[in-house]
């Protein structure tokens, strides 16, 4: 089912989470539920050099399709420094199938200036934001 907002068709699918992690993966429980494995949630990471330094960590969203929902989307996702200012941004096709949940991988290549905080903002069009920090420490 769309949904009509101002003119403007609007898809319903939901972002239950979003969080930086080392490693995914994926199995089948008993019954043929499906798992998923996640390794490594992190929300800081010590620096691999000094900055300036681009760090590539993998951002996993997990995401919800409603029964009545057609499961085709676009995830949206926009790196912000602590000035608010676009590092990265990376925008992808979405489909999970009605009734279903699904996982996307969004791998960003980012350039800390300095030591501090990197802001994932991810939504599906037309949804709401959710916010994920990533902080860069000082080499261990």
Same mark, same amino acid.
């Given at each position: 089912? #769309? @949904?009509?907002?101002?003119?403007?068709?609007?898809?319903?699918?939901?972002?239950?989470?979003?969080?930086?992690?080392?490693? #995914?993966?994926? @199995?089948?429980?008993?019954?043929?539920?499906?798992?998923? =494995?996640?390794?490594?949630?992190?929300?800081? #990471?010590?620096?691999?050099? %000094? &900055? &300036?330094?681009?760090?590539? &960590?993998?951002?996993?969203?997990? #995401?919800?399709?409603? %029964? =009545?929902? %057609?499961?085709?989307?676009?995830?949206?996702?926009?790196?912000? =420094?602590? =000035?608010?200012?676009?590092?990265?941004?990376?925008?992808?096709?979405?489909?999970?199938?009605?009734?279903?949940?699904? @996982?996307?991988?969004?791998?960003? $290549?980012?350039? +800390? $200036?300095? +030591?501090? *905080?990197? $802001?994932?903002?991810?939504?599906?069009?037309?949804?709401?934001?959710?916010?994920? %920090?990533? *902080?860069?420490?000082?080499?261990?």
């Amino acid at each position: 089912m #769309l @949904r009509a907002t101002a003119g403007v068709a609007s898809i319903r699918m939901d972002i239950l989470a979003a969080l930086f992690v080392e490693n #995914l993966g994926q @199995r089948q429980a008993v019954g043929g539920a499906t798992r998923i =494995d996640l390794n490594g949630i992190m929300f800081s #990471l010590a620096a691999p050099s %000094p &900055p &300036p330094v681009t760090v590539s &960590p993998h951002l996993v969203v997990l #995401l919800r399709c409603r %029964p =009545d929902e %057609p499961g085709q989307g676009t995830l949206e996702v926009e790196f912000l =420094d602590g =000035d608010g200012k676009q590092v990265a941004r990376n925008v992808q096709p979405v489909m999970v199938q009605p009734g279903k949940f699904g @996982r996307q991988l969004v791998k960003g $290549e980012l350039t +800390y $200036e300095e +030591y501090g *905080t990197i $802001e994932a903002h991810c939504h599906i069009t037309g949804g709401s934001d959710v916010v994920v %920090p990533l *902080t860069l420490l000082p080499p261990a």
